[in-house]
């Protein structure tokens, strides 16, 4: 019997491409799995008017570890065209298929290592290595939003004093509220799991990244979250930073930095950043994780423009598989398997066009796996 259950989830455009490559080191690490195909992405959207149908979801239910390639996303009018004839018209809204699954399987950590493998071209600069922790369940995520605002809400509003009571006063249509909500329980999971983090990998420094001096009560509670749980781990040094200053800094000096911890939003922009410093699309790597199920995915997008082309970088997805072999506790494979795509990238004889080489996503694939 195999031993692990995991949920496949390409999606769409070179999320297809990723994933094989993806399949292919996992198949050269001889990882006893069964994988399960989940239906998700634009295809279901413009078919089914639901890009994450409930079939997907009860596969995931079953499953220890899923990985994810990408989805396309576009803007509710642009979705709302291509949906079929029949379900046009019916109300249906585009929601991200991954912000849905993070939220419906409570997976509150998104892992978002960054590491600058050494003589990687695209590397800002050696030596960086920075773990983030994003809160990835609430936030400005929450997906409370209003547009147009009722009636209820307008009444609040107008009872506050100038001049936010303006607010209430405007047409329904003519603003619209999307809230922020910070929970300290939320907070506090995503602060622990990074103290808990850099107190087994010995790191050096956690830095909470808010934007507290502005958006007082909910950064004001993930502040305040943070101080009570940093207290748990005195051994721990730790700091906290504007989101704003943050972004500077991180480009100033890197290596000031360590492991990085934020709500949902703030995580979701430094991690671009952090992203870009080693390498860009290609190498940003996620893990969305919860008490029962994780899943793994690229941090990029489906990249629609290269789709079918099998040119894109394939390291993101397969570092994300290493990832998942983490989880999983399959140490060894995931070790051999960070190795392996470091000595690849060390050696550049094969490289994708990010990199500035000509390989195909499936030979660089190939050349890791040769390596295992
Ligand atoms: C990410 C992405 C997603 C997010 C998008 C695709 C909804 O940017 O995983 O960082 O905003 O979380
Ligand atoms: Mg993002």
Redesign the pocket.
């Known amino acids: 019997m195999p031993k692990y259950k995991i949920a496949w989830l390409p999606g769409d455009g070179i999320g297809i491409e990723v994933l094989e490559a993806a399949k292919l080191v996992l198949d050269r690490l001889r990882l006893n799995a069964d994988y399960i195909h989940g239906d998700i992405g634009w295809e279901f959207w413009c078919r089914e008017g639901d890009p994450f149908p409930q079939r997907t979801i009860d596969v995931l239910k079953t499953v220890d570890a899923a990985l994810f390639g990408a989805i396309t996303s576009k803007p509710i009018k642009a979705a709302e065209a291509e949906l079929a004839p029949s379900l046009k018209g019916t109300g249906l809204i585009y929601r991200s298929p991954i912000v849905r699954l993070r939220q419906l399987f409570d997976l509150y950590i998104c892992l978002r290592p960054c590491k600058a493998y050494s003589r990687n071209p695209l590397n800002y600069k050696e030596g960086i290595n920075l773990v983030i922790f994003r809160e990835n369940t609430e936030d400005l995520y929450s997906g409370v939003e209003f547009y147009p605002v009722p009636e209820e809400l307008s009444e609040i509003l107008r009872h506050l004093s100038p001049p936010f009571s303006a607010f209430g006063g405007l047409g329904s249509d003519q603003y619209a509220v999307s809230c922020k909500i910070n929970s300290r329980k939320a907070s506090e999971r995503i602060l622990r799991a990074a103290f808990e983090f850099a107190r087994k990998y010995g790191r050096k420094k956690v830095t909470v990244v808010h934007k507290a001096n502005v958006v007082r009560a909910t950064d004001g509670v993930f502040l305040e979250a943070a101080q009570g749980v940093a207290s748990s781990y005195p051994e721990i040094a730790w700091d906290d930073a504007n989101i704003d200053a943050m972004t500077m800094w991180l480009l100033k000096n890197p290596s000031s930095y360590d492991v990085l911890v934020a709500p949902n939003l703030y995580g979701?922009i430094i991690?671009?950043l952090c992203a870009q410093m080693v390498g860009g699309l290609g190498f940003g790597c996620s893990g969305n994780i919860g008490d029962q199920l994780a899943v793994f995915e690229p941090?990029h997008g489906s990249a629609p423009k290269y789709a079918g082309q099998y040119k894109v970088n394939p390291i993101a997805t397969i570092l994300a598989a290493k990832m998942m072999l983490e989880w999983l506790g399959e140490t060894q494979k995931a070790q051999r398997l960070e190795e392996a795509v470091a000595e690849v990238i060390r050696e550049g004889k094969v490289r994708t066009y990010d990199m500035g080489g000509s390989s195909k996503t499936l030979e660089l694939a190939q050349e890791i796996g040769n390596k295992l």
């Open positions: 979701d991690s671009d941090t």
